[in-house]
């Protein structure tokens, strides 16, 4: 409770100083926790550029499956424009909304490369969204081994968090499953046409 009446005191005599028109004096508090304020707020903010990145995953590869789902052919003549066209144009709106063609985003989600891959069975289409990712730059996390910083308790999530934290070229990967065909067909009655 002192070093909170401290730093309470010394905000009231330099605010009162800055009204009297006195030039004032940087504190000891500030000039020393302002650089582990920065470091504390730039961690956090790459921890939730993670979190973000996730979830635009997420959020991309429900509208990949989707399109591809309404979008292609069961006939095997037009296989070639669904892994053309149609899979190419799903690639580039993808792209776009997870945030490859703005520079700033790309950088501060640390995006390297998409990749769209979709297999096709008899019942479902498979549809695999691929994220490769560049390393965070948060080099205080990455100053100790992994070995030593993802000891018991913890295990290989650790291992995991801290490749992509440091090594980078992490692949997040989401898979979606589609029916293969859910296109509205008109309906006909019997006998009229």
Request: charged share 20%.
């Amino acid at each position: 409770m002192r070093p909170l009446r401290t730093v309470g005191a010394r905000l009231g005599r330099a605010a009162s100083a800055l009204r009297a028109g006195r030039p004032g004096q940087a504190m000891t508090e500030v000039v020393l926790l302002f650089p582990l304020f920065l470091v504390i707020v730039f961690v956090t903010a790459k921890i939730f550029a993670l979190l973000v990145l996730v979830q635009k995953l997420e959020i991309a590869s429900y509208y990949a499956a989707r399109r591809w789902q309404l979008e292609s052919h069961l006939n095997a003549d037009f296989v070639g424009w669904d892994d053309g066209t149609l899979k190419k144009d799903i690639e580039k709106n993808v792209r776009g909304y997870i945030g490859f063609d703005t520079p700033a985003v790309s950088k501060f989600l640390n995006l390297r490369d998409l990749k769209i891959d979709v297999v096709r069975t008899q019942v479902w289409n498979v549809v695999t969204l691929t994220v490769i990712t560049n390393p965070s730059g948060v080099k205080i996390l990455c100053k100790y081994p992994k070995q030593a910083v993802c000891t018991y308790p913890y295990g290989a999530a650790c291992m995991t968090g801290h490749d992509y934290l440091c090594a980078g070229g992490k692949s997040l990967e989401v898979v979606k499953y589609v029916p293969n065909r859910d296109r509205p067909i008109q309906f006909v009655l019997p006998g009229l046409k």
